[in-house]
């Protein structure tokens, strides 16, 4: 309330039956509520979509990790219900938009919905760039995509994004999803109207020197659709080896990734006069026998010991403990 109320007020209002102290409290706590556009979700709805897109995040990093060799993080940042044109306003007019079908099993027949994904133009033309085997440090925000780029992207689509999300919904329900198209626009998707109410699932990519949002719109009915057909399970009951399939996916995608692996036969201590009197030839002492173990170092931290030789014509260390 803008100031407190006077004696008079507030003795009326006891009489009334109200609670003044309550009311006298500070504005901030109270949130203003839309009358207009009413939530359609309640808290445990939204709960539950962000327990299953941060799986999406987490495992959609760790397949990017692997695919380009290099660290990407992505990081859901938030789920909000909005209108489709508020959302084309907030994106502005130059991204990439995978449009994604999607068929729910509801009794006997399949019911077919769509949602987008909106990746700004700097992070698609990343991806497309490191497919076809460009330098990871080239970003470009206003790229005009050729018909095979747009291709690329769909495939890309197809093949990394589609099976992390039908993965991500498996505990729940079952979920088949391919992609339809691509477009360079938000007024481009014939699927959605501008006033088409929508949940947009936000995130986060930082990769190389880049930090960009992108997002997962889903309109209402689809999401509907899907909590409809929950029955028993939206409670929060997992299927136990769809739970096991989604790990395993996840593991799958981390085997993927690369790490540097090195062999530290011995060490030394020379001072710096003695490096820089080194020549061709030179032999150092190290603190190691011929026959002694070796250190095998992994991220810069002791994994194993082992023993070096040769298999196949090639030196090697067998692996003869763990530290």
Request: glycine share 6%.
């Amino acid at each position: 309330m803008a100031e407190s109320l006077t004696k008079e007020n507030r003795d009326k209002l006891k009489k009334l039956g109200y609670a003044v102290d309550l009311l006298e409290e500070d504005t901030r706590r109270i949130q203003e509520y839309d009358f207009k556009s009413p939530r359609r979700f309640t808290r445990d709805n939204i709960r539950l979509l962000n327990a299953v897109y941060d799986c999406f995040a987490k495992t959609f990093a760790n397949k990017l990790s692997g695919l380009f060799r290099t660290a990407v993080q992505v990081d859901l940042l938030s789920v909000k219900e909005l209108q489709y044109g508020d959302f084309s306003k907030e994106i502005g007019p130059r991204v990439v938009m995978p449009i994604i079908e999607t068929k729910i099993k509801e009794g006997t027949e399949y019911i077919t919905n769509h949602f987008v994904v909106s990746f700004p133009t700097g992070i698609m033309h990343y991806v497309v760039n490191r497919l076809l085997g460009g330098d990871e440090g080239i970003i470009r925000e206003d790229h005009d995509f050729t018909e095979l780029e747009l291709n690329l992207t769909k495939n890309f689509t197809f093949s990394n994004i589609t099976p992390i999300i039908e993965v991500a919904w498996s505990s729940y329900i079952d979920i088949v999803t391919s992609c339809v198209g691509v477009v360079m626009s938000p007024g481009l998707n014939k699927y959605f109207s501008s006033d088409l109410p929508i949940l947009n699932i936000e995130f986060e990519m930082v990769v190389a020197s880049m930090t960009k949002k992108f997002s997962v719109c889903m309109p209402f009915d689809l999401i509907e659709n899907i909590f409809r057909n929950f029955g028993n399970r939206f409670m929060g009951l997992e299927d136990s080896n769809k739970n096991k399939q989604k790990k395993g996916l996840m593991l799958d995608h981390i085997k993927e990734s690369e790490v540097d692996v090195s062999v530290v036969l011995g060490r030394t201590e020379l001072e710096l006069g003695d490096v820089l009197a080194l020549h061709s030839g030179d032999i150092m002492m190290l603190d190691s026998f011929t026959d002694s173990s070796v250190k095998v170092i992994i991220k810069g931290k002791d994994w194993f010991s082992g023993k070096i030789g040769l298999y196949k014509g090639r030196k090697a260390v067998k692996v003869t403990e763990l530290l």
